[in-house]
Nanobody, 115 residues
Framework: QVQLVESGGGLVEPGGSLRLSCAASGFAFNMYTMKWYRQPPGKERALVAAITGPGGNTNYADSVKGRFTISRDNAKNTLYLQMNNLKPEDTAVYYC????????WGQGTQVTVSS
């Protein structure tokens, strides 16, 4: 079965960096587009970044462009989100996701940016 497990969140000061990981299992990871979403407190979940399977093409939300980098290691079935120059507005629960007939989600990892 599809399983996605996010990790790497935590508390960081503005301007700091974090690297999130998503360990995937139960499907052909290398063939699927993977996405990072986030849900700030009191707001709707929104797409942050996406990366395609074979081609590795990426797309980013305007709010994170130039600061975040989505990547994947297909040999390790792992998705990453490198987050640099973090801002308080980046505070959210971050989710890894893929679509395989239905949307699959991890449990999320909390990122808090605060001084």
């Amino acid at each position: 079965q599809v399983q996605l497990v996010e990790s790497g969140g935590g508390l960081v000061e503005p301007g700091g960096s974090l690297r999130l990981s998503c360990a995937a299992s139960g499907f052909a990871f290398n063939m699927y587009t993977m996405k990072w979403y986030r849900q700030p407190p009191g707001k709707e979940r929104a797409l942050v970044a996406a990366i395609t399977g074979p081609g590795g093409n990426t797309n980013y939300a305007d709010s994170v462009k130039g600061r975040f980098t989505i990547s994947r290691d297909n040999a390790k079935n792992t998705l990453y989100l490198q987050m640099n120059n973090l801002k308080p507005e980046d505070t959210a629960v971050y989710y890894c996701s893929t679509f395989r007939g239905v949307d699959y989600w991890g449990q999320g990892t909390q990122v808090t940016v605060s001084s």
